[in-house]
Every structure is written in C-alpha cells, then in structure tokens.
C-alpha cells in the first residue's frame, strides 16, 4: 500500500495529478531510509536532510518531524512491517499541481507520497566486495540537495551496469565525487580519504557516520578532493549508502584494488557500523 498525498492507495490505482511539478520538472526532494529490525534508522538526520532540501527550493514542508514520522510508521504498519523486518522507507515531496510554468507557483501546496517495503541487507557483497566502472559525472552543480532529477545518476548507472560493474564511481574532469547513489572513500596508508561535503556530492548520512567511527577508531580522515589516478592506487575503496552500509569495491574497470580482497580498515568499519544498527 502506498501513501499518496493523504490517501492510503492500493497498487495501481490513479493518485497523482498529471500536472504536477514532479513530473514536469523534477522540482521535489525525497529520501530513503532504512528499517532495520522494524525500526527506522537515523530518522532526525534523514529528517534534517530533507528539511535542508526543501530550504534551498524554497519549499515550506508543512509537515512537522513528529508528523512525518506518523505517517512512516503507519505506511509500514500497513505493509507488515515491524518486528525482525528489515525494510526501505521511501518519502518524497514534490511542489505539488499547478499550471506549467517555470517559476514557482505562488501557492503552492505540496504533494508526499511514499512506500515501504521488505529489503534484506546486502549481506553477500558486503562479504565479498563489488566492482565499479569510472564514469564522467554529468549532474548538475547542486547534488547537495536531494532532489527528484536523477537522470545524470540513472545514466551513470547504467553505463557501470552495461560495462558489467555493481556502481559508478562518478569523477569531474578528472576529480573523483561520489558513486550514482552512494559516497565514496579511498584508504591509502591506513588513512581515509572522501570528497568534501559541498555542493558537487550529496552529504550522506551513512558517510558521516563512517568519519565519526573512524575517528573512534583512531583512524585519520581526510576530507580532501583526489583524483583518479590517486583512486587507482588506493590500498582500498568503499562506498557508503544508506542501503550499501560500508561497501567495499575489489575492482575498478577490471582492474583490481589493492590485494583484489576486502581490506582490513574497510572490515573494521563494517564491524563499528554493524554495532549501530544492532
Ligand atoms: C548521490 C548519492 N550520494 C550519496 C548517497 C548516500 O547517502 P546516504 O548515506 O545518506 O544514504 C546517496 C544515497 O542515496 C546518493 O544518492
């Protein structure tokens, strides 16, 4: 069952007004959070994030952090999800109908819709790592806001689909940003390296978690631009996501990333964010 603009729909029933701003320009913001033993995980910094979306558009969310979270746990209620469950929430916001135009609307009255449902963790590649392709990062100049355009990380995808990989590793005219949907880290000599929290990537939520355990574990973090031939020497790579937790990535284009196997400060990263989802 889905959450659209105040009504409980069932798949395949008609809800969305066919001139609205999401569909037209793209003009909303979402998030995706993660359920984790029937509980949502990091709800105030996802919440947080999408306040800070909605912001730079201008969009006046008229729903209260306690109210959203209402409607969350009613969406997975009534999907069947509590308990042992591991599930994904997703949430969206567009600026709602009104006649095409460019501009933003005077008034404005924004649309939520939403879903739930059962997501196992991605227990295999977390074990065994994943491969990623380089690709040239054609997005816009404001991925810090997290916005319904996703067309340049759908193509960017999709070409790491199509060369055989699990993700893109996104870089700008040689400076490497992020993955499609994820955040990257390199480790070289034991110390982290990740792209500055700007407007060229999205500040993950799960990325920010990592520095801070790292720093628990006494390991140096660098928020600092690399570039790709810095990437192609690093002793390891991994992503940060939301739904890929702390996804170590064995190969790039074919070619292997350090000893080609999980490394050892990625797993001692995985080991201190299990311990915060448990
Ligand atoms: C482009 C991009 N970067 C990074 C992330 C990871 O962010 P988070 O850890 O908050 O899920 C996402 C998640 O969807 C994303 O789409």
Redesign the pocket.
């Known amino acids: 069952m889905y959450y659209v603009d105040g009504k409980w729909i069932e798949p395949g029933e008609a809800a969305v007004h066919p001139e609205d701003r999401g569909y037209q320009f793209g003009d909303g913001i979402y998030e ?1 959070f993660r359920i984790y033993q029937g509980k949502i995980y990091q709800w105030d ?2 919440f947080a ?1 999408l306040q800070r979306s909605a912001n730079e558009l201008q969009l006046a969310l008229p729903w209260t952090n306690s109210e959203l979270k209402a409607i969350a746990e009613q969406l997975m209620e009534k999907n069947g999800i509590g308990g042992s469950d591991d599930a994904i929430l997703y949430m969206q916001v567009t600026r709602g109908a009104a006649p095409r135009q460019h501009e933003y609307p005077d008034n404005q009255r924004p649309v939520l819709s939403a879903f739930a449902r059962h997501k196992e963790r991605p227990h295999a590649e977390l074990k065994s790592g994943i491969s990623a392709a380089l690709v040239p990062d054609i997005r816009w100049l404001r ?1 810090d806001i ?1 916005s319904l355009n ?1 067309l340049g ?1 759908a193509m960017a995808k999709q070409q790491a689909k199509q060369s055989g990989a699990f993700e893109a590793i996104l870089h700008r005219d040689g400076i490497v940003t ?6 990257l880290f390199a480790v070289k000599d034991g110390v982290l390296h990740t792209h500055p929290a700007n407007h060229l ?9 990592v520095i801070e355990l790292a720093q628990t574990l006494s390991l140096e973090v660098r928020e600092k631009a690399f570039r790709t031939e810095f990437l192609r020497q690093a002793d390891e790579l991994f992503f ?5 937790e702390v996804m170590p990535v064995i190969s790039v284009d074919g070619q292997q990333v350090g000893s080609g196997r999980v490394g050892e400060v990625t797993r001692k990263l995985q080991v201190a964010f299990e311990a915060t989802i448990a």
Do not use: D, F, M, P
């Open positions: 995706v910094s996802h994030r991925c997290k996703l990380a992020e993955g499609s949907a994820s955040n990537i999205l500040h993950g939520i799960t990325r920010q978690i940060t996501g939301t739904t890929v």
